[in-house]
């Protein structure tokens, strides 16, 4: 199968999907047009020299610099400047993960960075590229340390075009797709607790009126009332759950 990238409908699945089972990957022609767009946006603001931050001005402190126009290594400089991970790499899920969110990001047309940025991202995902990314390190907000390895690594000989600097290494794409994983994996384990209950029901011949669904209405919580549907589920055809007789 095939996960086509809107910028609008990324779900934790797909993320793991792509981040673990190497699921292939493309982008959405209406996602490609709006980051045409947004960057012809980007370009008539620099031509007319509206100070924009990180496009025609330097960052942070020096964010009243002006960028000279001929400034072709600014974009790389910034990047550079944040590489400043350290620690063990972070695992190669995690990894894959970050790329894909950061490609969905892209796919937004929020930002000015051009298709063909998108495109060789989206590339390395579905040739199961897997950088090598430093863990630990922080710089103000965003995943900026992190990022600038995924960048480097990603986009080496690239040339950047006005602003894509910024745009690149300005994302919570890493915290994001460990957020992702990690409630996947939850989710997994939760369900592998109710199908271990489910068997010690069975196992042990217990009672089990305690799953009877007037349970839920004399407490409505709706946790409670998934866990109990879904070990009657679970229990469905065994000598233990006898036909539930409704109440009157």
């Known amino acids: 199968m095939t996960l086509t990238l809107t910028g609008h409908d990324l779900a934790i699945d797909d993320v793991v999907a792509v981040a673990r089972r190497a699921e292939r990957v493309t982008l959405a022609p209406e996602a490609l047009e709006r980051m045409r767009q947004a960057r012809a946006l980007v370009d008539r603001t620099r031509e007319d020299g509206t100070p924009t931050y990180g496009l025609t001005t330097g960052l942070g402190v020096q964010k009243r610099v002006t960028v000279a126009q001929d400034d072709t290594a600014f974009e790389w400089r910034q990047i550079l400047e944040t590489r400043a991970g350290v620690g063990p ?97 939850a989710a997994r384990l939760l369900d592998a607790a109710d199908v271990a209950a489910a068997l010690s029901l069975e196992g042990f011949a217990a009672n089990i009126s305690p799953l009877h669904p007037a349970v839920e209405r004399a407490r409505p919580d709706p946790v409670l009332a998934r866990t109990l549907v879904r070990l009657r589920e679970l229990l469905d055809g065994s000598y233990t759950l006898p036909p539930i007789r409704k109440l009157p």
Do not use: H, W, Y
């Not at 080496?156 to 890493?174: C, I, K, Q, R, V």
């Open 89 to 185: 790499l972070a695992p190669a899920d995690v990894v894959r993960g970050a790329m894909l969110v950061f490609a969905n990001q892209m796919a937004a047309g929020f930002t000015c960075i051009r298709p063909v940025l998108a495109e060789r991202l989206v590339q390395a995902l579905n040739e199961d590229m897997r950088p090598p990314v430093r863990s630990l390190g922080s710089i103000g907000a965003s995943d900026l340390p992190p990022v600038a390895d995924l960048v480097c690594e990603v986009f080496a000989g690239m040339d950047l075009a006005p602003g894509e600097g910024l745009a690149l290494f300005n994302t919570s794409a890493f915290g994001t797709a460990r957020a992702a994983l990690a409630l996947a994996d």
